[in-house]
């Protein structure tokens, strides 16, 4: 079964601190994934996208990492602010067929001052 | 115009009422899509149009009917809905139809059934 299982499930920070969201997936077949922020009420906004060849992009503070042999990815903030306060949601593509998007739960991140 | 523009933003409506959810682009996207989102949930898919027409329907009932009347502008519209159906609907869409797994999406519209 195609899933996509997110940890934790909520994290509080202090602002300008550091933090690291965790994605595992069982997804085949595997064409990409993505990290998305959504503020409370909105859409999601895509912050990076990582093919099967790529282990790390850069997206201003955000850094993503990708394990395709593990099947693990990671969402790096750094020196967080308050308007990184969201959900962050790992979505997984499958290759062929339609746009078939396998959202993870997300973790809710809260930025406190 | 680099966006995905959902209206109302709101909306609250009685069982017995008729409304619809629009949704616009300007990007040349083929694929739209309807999803639906409860509270703390993943959204959901529901339908996926690949050049206006509806290729998929993810066994949504029937008080949801979708609608594209042209390349740029997706509807929802709803009839005799029930209190669970009340949720964020976000509408995507993608820029190479719906093998591309691109979306962009709008901000939602969040209703509740009342």
């Known amino acids: 079964k195609n899933q996509v299982e997110q940890s934790p499930q909520s994290l509080i920070i202090l602002e300008g601190k550091n933090c690291t969201l965790q994605?595992?997936?069982?997804?085949?077949?595997?064409?990409?994934l993505r990290w998305y922020k959504q503020d409370t009420g909105r859409g999601p906004v895509s912050l990076t996208i990582?093919?099967?060849?790529?282990n790390t992009k850069s997206n201003g503070r955000y850094t993503a990492t990708l394990d395709a042999d593990t099947k693990q990815s990671s969402l790096h903030i750094t020196a967080s602010q308050l308007s990184d306060s969201a959900s962050y949601i790992c979505?997984?593509?499958?290759?062929?067929?339609?746009?078939?998007?396998?959202f993870g739960a997300g973790t809710r991140l809260a930025v406190h001052p | 115009d680099t966006e995905v523009t959902q209206t109302p933003k709101h909306l609250v409506m009685g069982m017995t009422n008729k409304k619809s959810l629009k949704c616009e682009q300007h990007?040349?996207?083929?694929?739209m899509y309807w999803y639906k989102q409860k509270a703390k949930k993943p959204p959901e898919l529901m339908f996926v149009?690949?050049?206006?027409?509806?290729?998929i329907n993810e066994s949504v009932p029937s008080r949801f009917s979708p609608e594209c009347p042209n390349s740029s502008l997706l509807n929802l519209h709803l009839h005799a809905l029930q209190p669970e159906d009340s949720a964020l609907y976000l509408c995507?869409?993608?820029?190479?139809?719906?093998?591309?797994?691109?979306?962009?999406f709008g901000q939602g519209t969040r209703l509740t059934v009342v």
């Open positions: 995507a869409s993608s820029p190479g139809g719906i093998q591309d797994t691109e979306a962009f």
């Open positions: 994605c595992n997936y069982t997804v085949s077949p595997f064409s990409n």
């Open positions: 990582m093919t099967f060849s790529e």
């Open positions: 979505v997984v593509s499958l290759r062929g067929g339609y746009n078939k998007l396998i």
């Open positions: 990007m040349g996207h083929r694929a």
């Open positions: 149009y690949s050049y206006e027409k509806l290729s």
